[in-house]
């Protein structure tokens, strides 16, 4: 019996790391097909990753902080500094009740910049975890390959009976 259970454990753990690397493949080149490279002013892990392309989990994580402190950026000392998308639909509806039609205009164009940038992130983050539930898949594929070998290793092996 624990020779089965080793067999189709290492089956198992082919195609867990077929899958994993897979998975992973597909969605680096699916990053790298939006050509899309870390801005020079990334501040992520010391600017490490700034010019490189994005097709890999860190370089989507960069670039995820990037987008997150351009579109804060500016801010500062504003009627919007720090706000939410909700926050600023809030204000947005503040402005045009009192009739401030210059501040509402303003504070939407804020509001879009902001909706753009949780998109993008959440789309970069989406793939970062990919990376990470691939990386966690091959992972436990190489852990299952072990246990397999280990199972054939102490399986009892066939002896002849002669009668």
Known sequence: ??????????????????????????????????????????????????GKDVKGPLTAYAQAETIRQHATAGAEGTVYEGKTYAELGAMVREAQETGDETLAEELQTRRNLV?????????????????????????????LGFIGAALLKIAPKKVAVTA
């Open 1 to 50: 019996m624990s020779r089965l259970a080793g067999l189709v454990s290492i089956l198992a753990a082919i195609v867990m790391l077929i899958g994993g690397a897979t998975v992973w493949v597909t969605v680096s080149n699916q990053l790298a097909e939006e050509r899309i490279s870390v801005p020079a002013d990334s501040e992520f892990m010391g600017g490490a990753f700034a």
């Open 115 to 143: 909706m753009d940038a949780s998109f993008l992130r959440a789309s970069l983050f989406t793939s970062v975890v990919s990376f990470g539930v691939s990386a966690l898949v091959m992972g436990l594929g190489v852990v």
